[in-house]
T-cell receptor, first 110, second 113 residues
């Protein structure tokens, strides 16, 4: 069965620091990778997607993809308390499916 | 803006009841999904649909069925609710094909007593 693994955390970082969230996946054929943010009591919302090896930057967020190592990460620069949430890594699973990791809880301390 | 709505935010049902959860999207998306989310287990796919009247089982379809009679509406049915179906249920939609982001509804917190 195709899997997406994340450290459940919690990951705690001070305000202004870089938060690094990591994810590994099992299906070498996956082509699309997503990071969703989920605030407590809310539904997931997309913050980044990446299709190609390397880095993709969007504001304070950088997604990194290494297909050879089957590894995708999300860096959040200048972390803010409002970034405190659970971050879900998601990987295209084929046949219209997306496989979600269980998520990493991030706490940004003011 | 994509909007996905779900019929209830909170629902309490008794064991053995038939439960209907409805989801409506307004962006003409072909794909629609039903997930349940439990602590430590993440999002697990129950069923999905890639077209009207088409449905595919996800990873945990047992005890559930679905209906998609119109493109914008996807219903999840618990034929005979059980306590182990107490969970957060999330509906999502996306464009057809693979590699597209999913847009989620607000979720329905179902408690079966």
């Amino acid at each position: 069965q195709k899997e997406v693994e994340q450290n459940s955390g919690p990951l705690s970082v001070p305000e202004g620091a870089i938060a690094s969230l990591n994810c590994t996946y099992s299906d070498r054929g996956s082509q699309s990778f997503f990071w969703y943010r989920q605030y407590s009591g809310k539904s997931p919302e997309l913050i980044m997607f990446i299709y190609s090896n390397g880095d993709k930057e969007d504001g304070r967020f950088t997604a990194q993809l290494n297909k050879a190592s089957q590894y995708v990460s999300l860096l959040i620069r200048d972390s803010q308390p409002s970034d405190s949430a659970t971050y879900l890594c998601a990987v295209e699973g084929g046949g219209f499916k997306t496989i979600f990791g269980a998520g990493t809880r991030l706490f940004v301390k003011a | 803006d994509v909007k996905v709505t779900q019929s209830s935010r909170y629902l309490v049902k008794r064991t053995g009841e038939k439960v209907f959860l409805e989801c409506v999207q307004d962006m003409d998306h072909e794909n629609m999904f039903w997930y349940r989310q439990d602590p430590g287990l993440g999002l697990r796919l129950i069923y999905f649909s890639y077209d009207v009247k088409m449905k595919e089982k996800g990873d945990i379809p047992e005890g559930y069925s679905v209906s998609r009679e119109k493109k914008e509406r996807f219903s999840l049915i618990l034929e005979s609710a059980s306590t182990n179906q107490t969970s957060m249920y999330l509906c999502a939609s996306s464009l057809q094909g693979t590699g597209y982001e999913q847009y989620f509804g607000p979720g329905t917190r179902l408690t079966v007593t």
